[in-house]
């Protein structure tokens, strides 16, 4: 329960150290400016979807500046990433080499980076780094960990409808930098004159420069051509893509013997004559003084390594973590979570060939990689017996199916399934045996508690035990919470259509894939496919916002409609669906687009078969996601019979390019059992078991809150959520 919030105009630190890491590729916002929350409210939980571990974030974790934005703050007097890894190192052993963390949300305090990384210590000699171990201060008591990685949202990667299954998404190399920074890249050199030379560096001193032949290492490398063609210049013929032979002596994965010579462009230019700053990128053609260097000018300058390749460790395991922005629980992000865990499979194989098979990679948190497995990929909550609606409601009886998957190569045999939830009944089931590759279905028996708010979740927390290794997981249930309609128009156009009605015809809604594209001013007209898979309703569904070849909404107004749905049966019915939006005003050429602040996406539900419509929602503004929409619909219109839906996009301008989509909608609303005005029949109660309080319960009390603004609320920001079990 809040008991009250107050807000200070500083952040008051959880840790409070004197700099116990050392950084790369970090840079803060000096004017990022957090707000504390002070209230009664618990820390954030710590759960599991498949192998990623989901931190619910907090004001311990999370900072806010009160105005929409978070960050994850570092700075001269607190480290929230030390924060975050003591509450992972609580919930699991120090096992692990590094820590990539994903978040949720944009951190306002680091703008313009993609990603960074935190050493918390540093054991080998011949880098050209200190050696130091801070390590115990990250919450490591047993000294395994050495790095701390935050990749940012991961809807950068995801966002624009890239899939992290596709190898060739950006997210990896980027990861293969910021997981080698614990190494790289820091090395000199001694040059032909004694002197010892940083030469190679480039980007804070911490990435390779754009003039070393890097043979495109992802620490910025470019790959020139080993010898410069007829006209004198070096060709750049890639950049970005694996680990050079250099990277991997650094990292101990190959032995000096096997660094081959290379070199350095001094004074290098373009093919323009346009002098080229080793710390920014290049591209194109580059020429110099060029001076060779071999791996013994390295170990000249900054020693051997040590341990040498043949006594370092090649086979790392790391764990992923999903961090929500404050207030968000684990139950509302599986869906991106499930996408992290295709994702870290993704980047084991790619670490492989980015090593050259020097190295090898482990993402489980539950088990070492090559164990049986029985993993909890979610559950479901049933009725059992109740009142026959199919619908779990408090007080009562349910079945919680949980589904299991073994994706090792070795059978799994005992398997155990257990829950410290209160609302389960049954001690343990035991699975005799899961087959390589292979999935089932187990289950525990409970009881929904006759006091449990309708419209609120409940979390579930499972785990399975096998050989020894605890597999965690967990599903939720909303009591009385129920779907009258639900499409993601994967399969076919669903519930809605767009007739050919008002003054517009061109590019307007089409049922199909949208392919991705943007604009040379960072703009992100148009993600590559839906929201949570390829097809959903757009307007115009190719790629492309030229004078001949248009693909945006042209000058009139296009409308999207629902068949009718019944609402006559509902109590406090909510809409849920994801926009897509983008209103761009090009109509002032020195200034380049700017956000349109008139046009928006209308939502509006008629109840009286389309004589009239009244709205309920708009979407406005230039946001490149999909995002999630919950509209409350009690006292709008009249909920007696059927309603309509109609969704509408205008342009008023030629110089306007705007694109709009509408994916995996939903009407859901409370059953009447948890109306207090409903007069419930009897709850039906199996042989053997017996209920356990009044199905029509809200908040605990035996009737609503004088308004309905306590469900609405809960609908529209999920805030009012609370935990029933820990």
């Known amino acids: 329960m809040r008991f009250g919030v107050f807000l200070l105009s500083?952040?008051?630190?959880?840790?409070?150290?004197a700099q116990p890491y050392e950084a790369s590729d970090l840079h803060q916002k000096p004017g990022f400016v957090g707000v504390r929350a002070l209230d009664l409210t618990p820390p954030g939980g710590v759960q599991q979807v498949g192998e990623i571990v989901v931190l619910e974030g907090d004001d311990d974790l999370v900072t806010s500046d009160g105005m929409g934005?978070?960050?994850?703050?570092?700075?001269?007097?607190?480290?929230?990433p030390m924060d975050?890894?003591?509450r992972f190192f609580s919930g699991y052993a120090d096992?692990?080499?590094?820590?990539?963390?994903?978040?949720?949300?944009?951190?306002?305090?680091?703008?313009?980076?993609a990603a960074y990384e935190m050493s918390a210590q540093q054991e080998v000699q011949g880098l050209g780094r200190d050696i130091f171990d801070y390590s115990d201060q990250w919450g490591a008591d047993s000294h395994k960990f050495h790095a701390f990685l935050n990749m940012m949202n991961v809807q950068n990667y995801i966002g624009q409808g890239q899939g992290l299954a596709d190898p060739t998404?950006?997210?990896?190399?980027?990861?293969?930098?910021?997981?080698?920074h614990r190494w790289l890249s820091f090395l000199h050199y001694k040059d032909s004159t004694g002197a010892i030379s940083s030469a190679m560096l480039g980007r804070d001193a911490a990435h390779w420069a754009s003039t070393l032949q890097a043979y495109a290492s992802v620490m910025d490398g470019n790959q020139f051509t080993e010898q410069p063609g007829a006209d004198g210049f070096y060709s750049i013929v890639g950049y970005f893509t694996h680990y050079s032979p250099l990277d991997l002596y650094g990292m101990g994965l190959v032995d000096a013997s096997q660094v081959p010579p290379f070199f350095v462009l001094h004074n290098a230019t373009t093919s323009t004559g346009k002098a080229v700053d080793p710390t920014k990128p290049a591209r194109g053609k580059l020429t110099g003084d060029r001076e060779d260097i071999t791996i013994d000018q390295i170990i000249a300058a900054d020693g051997p390594r040590v341990p040498a390749a043949a006594d370092s460790e090649h086979s790392?395991?790391?764990?992923?973590?999903?961090?929500?922005?404050p207030g968000e629980l684990a139950g509302q992000v599986v869906d991106l979570a499930k996408q992290l865990d295709q994702g870290r499979l993704v980047w084991e194989a790619r670490f492989a060939a980015m090593t050259g098979g020097h190295g090898s990679m482990c993402t489980q948190v539950s088990a070492p990689c090559g164990s049986p497995v029985a993993r909890i990929q979610g559950?479901?909550?049933?009725?059992?017996g109740g009142n026959g609606n199919r619908v779990v409601e408090p007080g009562e009886s349910v079945f919680v199916d949980f589904s299991l998957l073994n994706d090792s190569p070795a059978a799994a045999h005992q398997i155990v399934l257990s829950s410290s939830s209160p609302l389960i009944t049954s001690d343990t089931t035991t699975i005799d045996e899961l087959l390589p590759l292979a999935s089932t279905v187990a289950g525990l028996s409970g009881a929904i508690p006759g006091d449990a708010p309708c419209g609120q979740t409940i979390t579930i927390e499972a785990q399975t035990v096998v050989d020894g290794h605890t597999f965690r997981g967990f599903t939720e249930v909303t009591p009385g919470l129920t779907t009258l309609v639900k499409d993601d128009f994967e399969q076919s156009p669903g519930l809605l259509s767009a007739p050919d009605q008002v003054d517009q015809t061109v590019n307007g809604w089409a049922w199909g894939a949208p392919e991705g594209y943007a604009s040379m001013y960072g703009y992100a007209y148009q993600p590559s496919g839906g929201h949570a898979s390829k097809k959903a309703w757009f307007t115009g569904l190719a790629a492309g916002h030229a004078k001949m070849y248009d693909s945006s909404l042209a000058v009139g107004t296009s409308q999207l409609l629902s068949q009718p749905i019944d609402v006559s049966k509902t109590y406090l019915p909510a809409l849920r669906y994801f926009a897509w939006y983008e209103a761009i005003d090009y109509s002032n050429a020195m200034q380049g687009g700017q956000v349109s602040t008139t046009l928006a996406l209308v939502t509006e539900a008629s109840a009286d078969g389309g004589k009239s419509w009244v709205e309920i929602d708009r979407v406005n503004g230039a946001d490149p996601l999909w995002k999630e929409r919950i509209v409350p619909l009690d006292g709008r219109l009249a909920l007696t019979g059927k309603i309509s839906l109609r969704f509408t996009v205008s342009n008023d301008s030629a110089t306007t390019q705007v694109e709009a989509g509408i994916d995996d909608l939903e009407l859901r609303s409370l059953t009447q059992a948890c109306n207090p005005n409903y007069?419930?029949?009897p709850i039906v109660t199996p042989p053997g078991t017996s209920p356990n309080g009044c199905a029509c319960a809200l908040g605990g009390h035996e009737h609503l809150p004088a308004s309905a603004i306590v469900w609405l609320l809960l609908l529209a920001a999920a805030v009012l959520r609370r935990r029933l079990l820990a």
């Open 10 to 17: 500083i952040l008051i630190p959880a840790t409070v150290l």
């Open 379 to 384: 559950g479901e909550v049933v009725e059992l």
């Open 679 to 681: 007069q419930a029949p």
């Open 169 to 180: 998404n950006s997210l990896y190399p980027v990861l293969g930098q910021e997981f080698a």
């Open 69 to 80: 934005g978070y960050s994850i703050v570092v700075s001269s007097t607190y480290v929230q």
């Open 84 to 86: 975050i890894t003591k």
């Open 316 to 325: 790392f395991r790391v764990a992923w973590v999903l961090l929500t922005r």
């Open 95 to 113: 096992e692990y080499d590094e820590i990539i963390v994903f978040t949720t949300f944009d951190d306002s305090g680091t703008p313009g980076a």
